[in-house]
């Protein structure tokens, strides 16, 4: 009805359209209008798969710096040497102690002035002990800050030292002394430690394992172990192995290559010591033989059971292991004889055999053996004076002669090293 009385509210004459509509047709008009706008594709103003796609590149891509990140922290935790080893609770005694170790709060880190024991009479067969370094020339260097030292070499980027400490209560420590004064303790608490030859690796005993790291600028990393018998410990390097003698008291060594699993069941039990390696990579060492006190030495194949191949059991030879190959193989450097005949000698490998035969090269040697080349070597006297042996001239009948090094006091024993 209209808002206004006597006006209709359909003001047209009659209706454009017919209103006479079926239920059914009105429902079927509206089907197919719902059908028509469903169909129709209409622009969206936001794209819901694109967010999500978006959405998840950004996700990836802070995952990926994350795990880069990561990585490079961990890679740097690793060339720092944040290791702890020999931490396992089945050891005895103190463990030892790498530099870099992540939980110091749980003991007290070790410091560059660990005390060493007086040093042992001056005997040739004593150890030097010291921290005086003299070279084949009769140069002397005084190492900074650190105890006395039972092992010299440098670093193999020439910048320093690696220095393996003399034994003490604490056990035995290694420091890199670099030649800007820095001092660093690499070991603490170690047992027995030997150095690589060209200083890139170096092995240590600690409680029932013996242990193999790299030494990577002033950092120990890639340490790994092999559980070892009571008495074992290591001796040398020979190449990428590491030798073992399985008890100073006895005859016996193997050959243990590093990551190759444990010691190896069968084992060496003839040989006393080992002086060094042939340019081929076998071995010249020490052998007992059936006749009490006797020895003899051979040449031996680099196996975990160091086959004799050669053998010549002319010379009368020392048994305190102090010997040393020359470069390229031809002489041994070596101590013989006992009591006032003890001396040392030269022997030509190259003639090792029934009947080897040896001469007197000069006094008994203590300490290390440096060949400058492959005719000259250079050793310490018991009195910690320098022995320089010439080849030539021992060969002819003149043993070398002990000197005094210059600027060392009366009675210090220096420690000899190759290099500066």
Avoid at 42 to 67: E, F, Y
Wanted: hydrophobic residues 40%; charged residues 20%.
């Amino acid at each position: 009805m209209s808002e206004f009385p006597g006006r209709r509210d359909n003001l047209t004459d009659g209706p454009q359209r017919p209103y006479q509509v079926r239920p059914d047709e009105l429902e079927g008009a509206v089907r197919e209008t719902l059908s028509h706008q469903v169909a129709l594709a209409r622009p969206l103003s936001v794209d819901p798969a694109g967010q999500a796609i978006r959405r998840a590149n950004r996700i990836r891509r802070r995952r990926t710096g994350a795990g880069l990140a990561l990585a490079a922290v961990a890679t740097v935790l690793l060339s720092a040497g944040m290791a702890q080893l020999g931490a396992e609770t089945g050891r005895d005694g103190s463990p030892i102690v790498v530099i870099g170790d992540p939980g110091p709060t749980s003991r007290p880190l070790p410091t560059a002035s660990i005390p060493g024991p007086a040093p042992s009479p001056e005997t040739s067969t004593a150890p030097l002990v010291s921290e005086t370094l003299v070279n084949a020339d009769g140069r002397r260097l005084v190492l900074p800050d650190v105890g006395p030292a039972e092992r010299v070499q440098p670093l193999p980027s020439g910048g320093g030292w690696l220095v393996v400490g003399a034994p003490s209560a604490a056990g035995r420590a290694l420091w890199v002394v670099q030649n800007d004064g820095l001092v660093q303790v690499l070991l603490a608490g170690a047992g027995a430690i030997v150095l690589a030859p060209d200083s890139l690796q170096v092995a240590w005993r600690d409680g029932g394992d013996l242990l193999v790291a790299g030494v990577v600028g002033t950092q120990l990393i890639g340490a790994v172990s092999t559980p070892v018998p009571a008495a074992a410990e290591p001796v040398r390097f020979v190449a990428d192995s590491v030798l073992v003698r399985l008890d100073p008291a006895s005859a016996g060594h193997t050959l243990w290559r590093p990551g190759t699993g444990p010691l190896p069941d069968a084992l060496d039990q003839k040989s006393l010591n080992v002086f060094g390696r042939l340019p081929d990579g076998r071995l010249v060492g020490q052998v007992a033989t059936t006749e009490p006190g006797r020895t003899c030495l051979a040449v031996l194949a680099p196996t975990r059971q160091l086959d004799p191949v050669r053998s010549g059991c002319g010379p009368d030879l020392s048994q305190d292991g102090v010997g040393e190959v020359s470069p390229d193989g031809r002489w041994l450097l070596v101590n013989g004889g006992s009591g006032k005949a003890r001396r040392s000698l030269l022997v030509d490998l190259q003639r090792l055999g029934p009947g080897a035969t040896a001469v007197a090269a000069g006094p008994p040697i203590s300490g290390a053996i440096v060949w400058s080349d492959e005719t000259h070597a250079s050793y310490l006297d018991g009195a910690g004076e320098l022995v320089q042996v010439d080849v030539g001239q021992v060969r002819a009948g003149k043993p070398a002669s002990p000197a005094a090094v210059p600027g060392v006091p009366a009675g210090d024993r220096p420690i000899l090293v190759k290099g500066f």
